[in-house]
């Protein structure tokens, strides 16, 4: 995944850069060693369809927020969508939970993406398919490749 995601972004012309570091599952430390804010951070969530076998949606938002999976299901025309769970994670994108990043690259995973992802942030920061290696993208190109669908998911705060 990781040389994939680097190969679509350099023959994309995308403005990223690379970070290796130790793997981090803490979304404050990972985005401390970045040098980034905890929200630029993307929280990547795979949500499996309740009325769909083998559908699935990725929902991104900012790292510091909620996702809202009945507005995930409603992004999508579904009836539920319920979080995928770390098996099914990794056998839908060959990552596991925590190095997911904010791309599809099988049709059966669509894409949805919190609008205020990037317009909080000039650029956005993700694990990059190893939790030992992070990028930083630019959010102008992450929305010209990604293609994202975008969507309000976000929890409302109580």
């Known amino acids: 995944m990781f040389q994939r995601l680097h190969r679509m972004l350099a023959d994309g012309d995308a403005r990223f850069r690379v970070m290796e570091h130790a793997a981090e599952g803490n979304s404050h430390k990972v985005a401390e060693i970045r040098g980034t804010e905890v929200g630029q951070g993307t929280k990547a969530m795979l949500c499996r369809l309740a009325d769909e076998a083998g559908q699935f949606v ?92 975008l969507a309000d998911i976000r929890k409302e705060p109580a």
Request: aromatic share 6%; proline share 7%.
């Open 58 to 149: 990725l929902a991104v938002l900012p790292g510091d927020e909620r996702v809202d999976f009945a507005k995930v299901a409603a992004a999508v025309g579904a009836r539920k969508v319920r979080l995928a769970d770390a098996v099914d994670a990794e056998a839908a994108t060959g990552c596991v939970i925590g190095a997911i990043p904010p791309f599809s690259f099988d049709p059966a995973i669509r894409l949805v993406v919190d609008p205020q992802l990037l317009a909080r942030y000039r650029e956005i920061a993700f694990n990059a398919g190893r939790l030992d290696a992070s990028m930083v993208l630019d959010s102008d190109d992450y929305l010209r490749l990604a293609k994202p669908l």
